[in-house]
């Protein structure tokens, strides 16, 4: 995956490689369903998904602590903590990056930060097929990223091309007409993603034998998949700059919005 600007809020402080015995936490809350994982540097040895939706404030920390005791480590053990940072749930998000600093003051682990719409589109294992991930954005907006078939080694990408599993980010994540994205988009495309859902009435007339639904059993992002895309950034020592860390947001908070237009601030 490319490293993120220098200019970014997110961007990686270059560090040296962690040790495949790096004790790992991944967490995932940018969605209606959470989930935690824990890892032993390349390896996933578990993961719980929540009980509940949007349960994320309620479940993660003793989730977390429960599969962490289950292998025992205490909190201090965790070297490393992968988050999904967005674009997402406001809420959700604001957890995980408050989660992952706090575990960071406590202990010192490092922190990678891993694009929501890369973790969804992890699960999309779509050979020759493009990919669409679509989250809502709410007033008939989406989130949205295309990725397309690989055709090149990672090493041999162009600037702004983004390696996920057998797909290649060509776009995004942006903030979209829903209908004109995926008219714009090449084909044959697959579309997956909660997003779809919330905007069923201007994706439908778009189906057909060239644009289809993924299973929805790979819409909900995991924890699992920031585990597998995160290790990579880890290799190549790609950590958050962490007292700067922040959600990536695309816009802000509905209620932000409507204060900004109430005082007459462009948003």
């Not at 060509?170 to 997956?192: H, I, K, M, N």
Request: charged share 15%.
């Amino acid at each position: 995956m490319m490293t993120p600007q220098a200019t970014s809020p997110n961007a990686p402080a270059v560090i040296d490689a962690p040790p495949p015995t790096t004790r790992i936490v991944a967490i995932e809350t940018s969605g209606r369903i959470g989930s935690v994982a824990v890892a032993c540097g390349p390896t996933l040895l578990a993961q719980r998904v929540f009980r509940e939706p949007m349960g994320h404030a309620a479940e993660l920390m003793p989730a977390m602590s429960d599969l962490c005791h289950q292998q025992g480590w205490s909190g201090r053990d965790i070297q490393a903590v992968f988050i999904s940072i967005g674009p997402g749930s406001f809420t959700g998000l604001r957890i995980a990056v408050s989660v992952a600093k706090a575990l960071h003051l406590a202990t010192g682990c490092r922190i990678v930060a891993v694009p929501t719409v890369d973790v969804l589109a992890y699960n999309a294992h779509a050979q020759g097929l493009h990919v669409m991930v679509l989250l809502d954005a709410k007033r008939g907006m989406v989130y949205a990223a295309r990725y397309a078939p690989v055709t090149l080694c990672p090493g041999d990408l162009a600037p702004g091309r983004v390696a996920v599993g057998n797909l290649i980010r060509t776009s995004g994540p942006e903030l979209a007409d829903p209908a004109a994205y995926v008219a714009q988009s090449p084909r044959p495309l697959g579309l997956l993603g909660e997003g779809i859902d919330y905007h069923r009435a201007a994706i439908s007339p778009r189906l057909g034998k060239d644009v289809v639904e993924l299973d929805r059993s790979l819409w909900p992002p995991t924890a699992a998949a920031v585990h597998a895309l995160g290790w990579p950034l880890a290799q190549r020592g790609c950590y958050a700059a962490v007292h700067e860390l922040t959600p990536i947001y695309i816009r802000p908070p509905e209620a932000q919005e409507v204060w900004q237009r109430r005082h007459g601030h462009s948003v």
